[in-house]
């Protein structure tokens, strides 16, 4: 876990009639950190960095952690409409967006819903397009930490990894998994994690600086994922890592954060 100087505030606000939980830190301009598909992992060397230019905001889905699930919320679109009405509510916008993986789709979806509230988007290996080559890793088929273990290239050399994927999970980070996957699961079972229609939608973030980055290894979601959203959205770029698996924030980190602060300061 990053043992840096920021200060770290977690709290629960009233946003879209919800409870919704949300670890704040940093100072600068707001950056929106929407995270994966097993949650917050705590705050890492990543944020610590990012920390230092802008203001986190690191909100937990609805169903995961302690904000309340909304039985409403049936698939990823449904959670990007919500999303929209919170950032609403919290007065937040126009923002810069980062997510990854099952938070990278959702940020895509809010983003062709709503390009204008978004300032810059930064995906990081997210689902939500169907590879054209290779498929996704069914999380189902695996326990969790199997599927925390393939999501690196080479998870020895992460130092970070054991603090995301302890080798003896207490119970409580057990339980935590268990409730993010059955959550994860209701909203991107059929298809699984993507969206036949997010293709044929992400043009309309022609006007939204996008940045994608990829781990060349990545066994989650294949890149050729990657290269099909750049593909999609006009004048994005595209950032692809070697030696790097489905978390370049853990594989990658100084190179990581180098590329995200390079892209969300010009």
Same mark, same amino acid.
């Given at each position: 876990?990053? /043992?840096?100087?920021?200060?770290?505030?977690?709290? /629960? +606000?009233?946003?879209?009639?919800?409870?919704?939980? +949300?670890?704040?830190?940093?100072?600068?301009?707001? @950056?929106?950190?929407?995270?994966?598909?097993?949650?917050?992992?705590?705050? #890492?060397?990543?944020?610590?960095?990012?920390?230092?230019?802008?203001?986190?905001?690191?909100?937990?889905?609805?169903?995961?952690?302690?904000?309340?699930?909304?039985?409403?919320?049936?698939?990823?679109?449904? @959670?990007?409409?919500?999303?929209?009405?919170? $950032?609403?509510? $919290?007065?937040?916008?126009? +923002?810069?967006?980062?997510?990854? !993986?099952?938070?990278?789709?959702?940020?895509?979806? =809010?983003?062709? =819903? !709503? *390009?204008?509230?978004?300032? %810059?988007?930064? #995906?990081?290996?997210?689902?939500?397009?169907?590879? *054209?080559?290779?498929?996704?890793?069914? =999380?189902?088929?695996?326990?969790?930490?199997?599927?925390?273990?393939?999501? $690196?290239?080479?998870?020895?050399?992460? *130092?970070?990894?054991?603090?995301?994927?302890?080798?003896?999970?207490?119970?409580?980070?057990?339980?935590?998994?268990?409730?993010?996957?059955?959550?994860?699961?209701? #909203?991107?079972?059929? *298809?699984?994690?993507?969206?036949?229609?997010?293709?044929?939608?992400?043009?309309?973030? %022609?006007?939204?600086?996008?940045?994608?980055?990829?781990?060349?290894?990545?066994?989650?979601?294949?890149?050729?994922?990657?290269?099909?959203?750049?593909?999609?959205?006009?004048?994005?770029?595209?950032?692809?890592?070697? &030696?790097?698996?489905?978390?370049?924030?853990?594989? %990658? /980190?100084?190179?990581?954060?180098?590329? +995200?602060?390079?892209?969300? &300061?010009?």
């Amino acid at each position: 876990m990053a /043992t840096g100087t920021l200060a770290w505030t977690e709290q /629960t +606000v009233e946003a879209a009639g919800a409870q919704l939980q +949300v670890v704040t830190g940093g100072s600068g301009d707001p @950056l929106l950190i929407l995270h994966d598909e097993f949650g917050h992992h705590g705050q #890492l060397r990543y944020h610590e960095a990012l920390g230092q230019d802008f203001s986190l905001h690191i909100p937990r889905h609805p169903g995961f952690g302690a904000t309340e699930r909304q039985e409403w919320i049936m698939n990823m679109r449904d @959670l990007a409409g919500w999303y929209l009405e919170a $950032l609403d509510d $919290l007065n937040l916008g126009p +923002v810069n967006l980062m997510g990854f !993986s099952l938070g990278g789709w959702l940020a895509a979806e =809010m983003a062709t =819903m !709503s *390009p204008g509230q978004f300032r %810059k988007l930064v #995906l990081v290996a997210p689902a939500g397009i169907r590879p *054209p080559t290779g498929e996704i890793f069914d =999380m189902f088929l695996a326990v969790a930490e199997e599927y925390l273990t393939v999501g $690196l290239h080479d998870p020895e050399n992460a *130092p970070e990894f054991r603090d995301v994927c302890p080798e003896e999970p207490s119970a409580e980070l057990a339980e935590a998994w268990a409730v993010a996957r059955e959550e994860a699961c209701r #909203l991107s079972w059929r *298809p699984y994690m993507h969206s036949l229609s997010l293709p044929h939608l992400v043009h309309r973030l %022609k006007r939204v600086p996008t940045q994608i980055i990829w781990g060349q290894q990545d066994n989650i979601v294949p890149a050729s994922a990657g290269q099909m959203y750049h593909d999609s959205i006009p004048g994005s770029r595209l950032d692809i890592l070697d &030696s790097c698996g489905h978390r370049p924030e853990l594989e %990658k /980190t100084d190179e990581f954060v180098a590329l +995200v602060k390079g892209f969300l &300061s010009t």
